[in-house]
């Protein structure tokens, strides 16, 4: 793998499967993950462990990250919305475990039916069952909502820096700013990271953008100018929040590799590959919706 | 109306009707037009003098102009690729005609069938026609292709620097940056802009940014951070250029209002009354793809 400056965490297979309008096999999720994996991609975010019977379409987690352990080079993270999934996803052999955690509280009760402070206690029991697992797993917070919220309307940025050192005092040493919604701005963005990073230095590592506004890559450029170098994003622009109407996909991770790889930066992603990768996706889930610009522009080239 | 921070110039019954699939009628240019200023766009591109057999699009631009020139409060732009078209212009009462200048060779032969250099001295007369007009009219001159070319790959950034220096040489006091084909990144934006202003100081006053490769806002953003305080825009993103292969339409009039607005910026511009012009393009332009993010939200709302 050659030298990163950024890098780029690839949620297709949970926030993009988890609100599309198909679904997905097993053994689809499983090849299109390799397949992203083949692209240069150093994290994939698989599957969540949520309940089977309100997410359907993540009741295969355990089995989609058995495989994807298999494959060489890659981080394979979960996300886990309590302390039960936590346990399920320990329990199938997840290391990096990413526990979302909303700043509005609009959002939190109607996602997780927890108030912020509630989460933040069941961060801390989520970090104890994963120091002690064998070996020792990771776990990341996302901080949702942190830039808007469709339930809640604005979310004060005192808030989420409240939150954020909460976090890190019960732990937590990798902190992401979730645009759950996609209402954030790129001055907005600036502010954020520089009022979180105030308060828990270095432990805010990434950026979850979606791309509702048109900004997502905008908002990425923002982060990166102050200091940011991890960012989610899902291949075809995948992605939403089943409980925030109006959440359209997240950033298409063709369009934020080839604008950071023309800007110089290295992502260690090949998008001949990448490419490769959205047309499995697209043959495992006909008929959903793809975003994205490398696709449109490579086809009319 | 308000003062404003940001001053767009709405191109889309020029760049992007002069490349739309449909053509839009002399009436329904005018109505669509009036709703657009009525919106609060300060300076509407109205249309080109470009040769009518070329351009059938075009062919009414003096009687759009002419109905254009009765609206209060709004600045009309044309385009003229050459003396003649801004003879042509001054004939039919414009006040402020934009000249293209191509910095890619390849693409100045293609577009307008000169040189540089040619294109330069040309510029140069249509300043004195401008100056002898009564009253004298204003020249902006745009560079296109002033990022990349999609007919000659890269364009050394010492070309568009000399190439603005000759221009504000022969007398131009508003030059333009162009992304014809929508190649630019933020970084390079910075760069250029930075490299430019060096050179021409303040008369370096705008972008005129493509959203090919899906980052039309995140190079706004750019050039907002390096001192530009004018940009181009079409309304649902319309337009493009006929000769450079896969270049697709501009940064979308509604999309970059509503992200500077949400920054703090004042536009002037009303999103709703935007959303109506929009209307009437959707009407006056059956089956023509609109892009955008604002309606799509909206419309989910």
Known sequence: MSERDVTICEVGPRDGLQNARGRM???????????????????????????????????????????????????????VPNRKGAERALAAGARKLTVPVSASRAHSRANIRMEP????????????????????AEVAVGISTAFGCTLQGTVPEGDVVRLAEALAEAGVEEIGLADTVGHANP?????????VRAGVGERLVGLHLHDTRGR???NAVAGLEEGIRAFDSSLAGLGGCPFAPGASGNVATED???????????????LDRLLAARAILAEALPGEPLHGHLARVRCAA
């Open 25 to 79: 096999t097993t053994a689809d999720k499983i090849r299109w993950i390799a397949a992203l994996a083949e692209a240069g991609l150093p994290e994939i975010e698989v599957g969540s462990f949520v309940r089977p019977d309100l997410v359907p379409a993540m009741a295969d987690t355990a089995e989609v990250v058995a495989a994807a352990k298999r494959i060489e080079g890659v981080s394979i993270v979960v996300l």
């Open 117 to 136: 402070e509630q989460a933040v206690a069941q961060v801390a029991e989520i970090l104890a069952l994963a120091r002690d697992a064998d070996p020792p």
């Open 216 to 218: 997502g890559l905008a």
């Open 187 to 195: 001055a907005q963005v600036k502010r954020l990271v520089r009022a």
């Open 256 to 270: 934020l590799v080839w604008m950071f790889e023309d800007m110089g930066l290295r992502t260690g992603v090949d």
